[in-house]
Structure formats: structure tokens, C-alpha cells
Antibody, heavy 118, light 106 residues
Framework: QMQLVQSGAEVKKPGASVKVSCKSSGYTFTGYYLHWVRQAPGQGLEWMGWINPNSGDTNYAQRFQGRVTLTRDTSINIAYMELRRLRSDDTAMYYC???????????WGQGTMVTVSS | SSELTQPPSVSVSPGQTARITCSGDALPKQNAYWYQQKPGQAPVLMIYKDNKRPSGIPERFSGSNSGTIVTLTISGVQAEDEADYYCQSADSSAVVFGGGTKLTVL
């Protein structure tokens, strides 16, 4: 079945970078956009951006422009989200989610907790 | 950019009907989607393109669109429906989420 499996929890210091991976299986990786969404503790969902795994084209939410980079490796069906210059308010659960045939986020990864603390 | 506004909380007794609204100026021009999120779990798609249910989603979940307001209706609410619900739409290739509504089953 279609599945997204993310890398494990991370603890980073302010100013550092983090790179989270999202491995897809059960569908054609290059056939559907992949989105990244984060959720701070006790807060709502916040969209960060998407990548077209086929072309590598990306689109980022304005508030993350210049600080986030989405990439992919089509040889191993993995997408990556790198966030730089981490701050304490970047502490959140980070999800990857597949854009399905209805333009909905139909499959989600299990989430990766990123904690930023000195 | 567009914003989507949801009530922070809705409470309903088991067996009753819960209605969760989501308002936004872009909704007449864009499809709306609804996600359910239970504590400690990733969101799950419940409704797509305003009123369609993915396979496996119970029939008691339905969606409607009346211009700038979309509504998620849960008929015959069950205890297991207690969760956070998020609406979502699009704005110029960007994805927008509502702030979320906590559904409490009394």
C-alpha cells in the first residue's frame, strides 16, 4: 500500500540546520507532488512547501523562503526537507504528505519531531 | 494570502449532528478539503473537493460548500469522532489550512 516513512526525531541547537527525509513506497514517486507541513506543539497545521519529484520544481510558503530547501532523490524514492538557521519556535512535528489525484493530501508520513534547544 | 477561519471548538452529544464551518474569501473559487487529526497521529483526509469522501471514510462524514463558507457535517456523532478537524484550500499554488476545530463528544 502507499506509504511515506520519515526519518527519526532530531534535537538541534539554535542556528543549526536539520534535514528530514521522507521515503515513499507503493506508488510512482515521480507521479505526485510531495508537500511538507509542520505542527508546533498544541498548534495547528502550517504548510511549508511542495516539490514536484519528477522535475524538481519547488514552491515555498513565503515565511520560509530562503530558509527551507526541498529536494529529492528519484533513484531511491526519497524526498528531503532542510531547514536552516533554526530557532526555538521551529520546534515542531514535521510531516511530509503526498498530493493525490484529487489535489488533496491523501497520504501522510508519521511525522518527525524536531526540537530546537540550547 | 487567503485565510481560512474555523471555530476553535465544537461540542456535541453522541448521536447528534456536528457541523464545523470554515470561511474564506477564496473558497468560491477553490476546492476545500477536510482532515481529521487525533492526538499523536498524522492527519487523515476525510473530504476532498468540497463534498467527496475517500474510500474507507464513513458515510456519516459529509461536506458542503455555500460560497465563502464550507461545512463539514458529521451525522450521528460517535465517541471515536472526537478529534481536531482542519479545512484546507489553495491560493496561487500555495496550500492554506484553517486554524483547526476541536470536536468534543460530550
Amino acid at each position: 500500500q502507499m506509504q511515506l516513512v520519515q526519518s527519526g526525531a532530531e534535537v538541534k541547537k539554535p542556528g543549526a540546520s536539520v534535514k528530514v527525509s521522507c521515503k515513499s513506497s507503493g506508488y510512482t514517486f515521480t507521479g505526485y507532488y510531495l508537500h511538507w507541513v509542520r505542527q508546533a506543539p498544541g498548534q495547528g497545521l502550517e504548510w511549508m512547501g511542495w516539490i514536484n519529484p519528477n522535475s524538481g520544481d519547488t514552491n515555498y510558503a513565503q515565511r520560509f523562503q530562503g530558509r527551507v530547501t526541498l529536494t529529492r532523490d528519484t533513484s531511491i524514492n526519497i524526498a528531503y526537507m532542510e531547514l536552516r538557521r533554526l530557532r526555538s519556535d521551529d520546534t515542531a512535528m514535521y510531516y511530509c504528505a503526498k498530493d493525490g489525484p484529487w489535489d488533496a493530501l491523501d497520504i501522510w508520513g508519521q511525522g518527525t519531531m524536531v526540537t530546537v534547544s540550547s | 494570502s487567503s485565510e481560512l477561519t474555523q471555530p476553535p471548538s465544537v461540542s456535541v452529544s453522541p448521536g447528534q449532528t456536528a457541523r464545523i464551518t470554515c470561511s474564506g474569501d477564496a473558497l468560491p473559487k477553490q476546492n476545500a478539503y477536510w482532515y481529521q487529526q487525533k492526538p499523536g497521529q498524522a492527519p487523515v483526509l476525510m473530504i476532498y473537493k468540497d463534498n467527496k469522501r475517500p474510500s474507507g471514510i464513513p458515510e456519516r462524514f459529509s461536506g458542503s460548500n455555500s460560497g465563502t463558507i464550507v461545512t463539514l457535517t458529521i451525522s450521528g456523532v460517535q465517541a471515536e469522532d472526537e478529534a481536531d478537524y482542519y479545512c484546507q484550500s489553495a491560493d496561487s499554488s500555495a496550500v492554506v489550512f484553517g486554524g483547526g476545530t476541536k470536536l468534543t463528544v460530550l
